[in-house]
């Protein structure tokens, strides 16, 4: 049994959002046979309710309290030290502290790091041997941003996709041994960090398939007689705001003429004002929920899911989950490349709104179709989406002496 430290940018619960459905996942794995001790920011006031969940997992926890808007304004003193603007946004002499002083302590034995921006707080990784779970590479994510944004957002996310870059190449060339979510974030990484080629490898997402699960008897939130579509995410994370206006625009419209009482649900926490307003003329056909308790009803009771995100990264939990439900999922191309399914059978695919518009009355038209469909599906997650499976590739590098 190891000591292990876990600098985590978010608390790993509730799983309700793709980055802290793998934390948690990866803190249950590590706790199952190893001493924890957590470090993490809370960004969401109301997550402090799960706190004694996660210190259940434990043996010593740190959580600093992080504003949004503050960590903001915070991070603008990269502008002027030359660094990648997220690192002053998570940077807190609390948490330092508290770092520093376990490991004198407890003689920690090595540290697991989940994203990137964490690794900021372990300098010494040619003395405490240090796992990074990169899970995607940032710096492509702002890098991508900067295309879809105008100037001065533009030059500043384009700034950050660089000098995130020169970070994640540092951490990858100290850390004993880095991951990504897919093998191709791997192979984009090993292009812009040729030297680091042979230090990082795929360790892919998984999905709690008795949880999502078409079994449970769970009542249906719709009205009779609408045909629902659901989208789910947190509708605060600006690709999911980017796709649900896209979608609400340029593929809604035209399924509603075939389907009068077709309706898009937006599914998630936190939605943004702009996604708010999608709700706000009732003849489009728009529900937007905010925070749900559950959300398996609404996708267990769905029509259809769409991801049609047109920027992402890595594995799409939300795609998995509604797998994992036996649902029918048409996900951008984006969303369904990196996902082991076969396309037409297992998932399908869709990269104009033509092709939304096509699959989606396919599947309204042919029910069974969309069951069958549906059922291989879940039958894709139960053989390769297994957490336990993919998690456990982290074991190897975590053995004394090394670790």
Known sequence: MAKLLYLVHRLPYP????????????????????????????DDPADAAYLDTVRALCADMYVARLSPRLARLRSLSGLLSGEALSLSYYRDRGLRDWIFAIRARESIDGAVIFSSV??????????????????????????????????????????????LLRFERDVARRARRSFFVTEAEVALF?????????????????????????????????????????????????????????????VLPALRRHHPSLRLYVVGRSPDAAVQALAADSAAGIAVTGTVDDVRPYIGHAAVIVA?????????????????????????????????????????????????IAHINALLAAPATAQRIGVAAR????????????LSQIDRYIEEPAL
């Open 15 to 42: 799983p309700n959002k793709g980055d802290k459905v793998r934390s948690y996942n990866l803190l249950k794995h590590l706790a199952q046979r190893h001493q924890i001790y957590l470090g993490t920011f809370i």
């Open 118 to 163: 964490m690794a900021d707080y372990i300098p010494d990784m040619d003395q405490l041997p240090t796992l990074v779970d990169f899970v995607d590479m940032d710096s492509a994510k702002w890098t991508q941003y900067a295309t879809t944004h105008r100037w001065p957002l533009s030059w500043i996310y384009q700034r950050e996709g660089r000098q």
């Open 190 to 250: 090993q292009q812009a960090a040729p030297e680091c080629a042979d230090r990082v490898e795929a360790m892919c997402n998984g999905v709690d398939a008795d949880f999502f699960s078409p079994d449970h008897a769970l009542a249906s939130p719709y009205a009779a007689g609408e045909i629902p579509i659901v989208f789910t995410g947190a509708m605060d994370y600006w690709p999911n705001v980017d796709a649900a206006i896209w979608f609400a625009a340029a």
């Open 308 to 356: 049609p995100l047109r920027i992402a990264r890595g594995i799409q939990n939300k795609v998995l989950e509604a797998m994992a439900m036996a649902k029918a999922v048409v996900a951008s191309t984006t969303c369904a490349e990196p996902i082991d399914a076969e396309s037409g059978t297992e998932l399908l695919c869709a990269a104009t709104a033509e092709d939304y």
């Open 379 to 390: 039958e894709c997650v139960l053989s390769r989406y297994s957490w336990h499976a993919h």
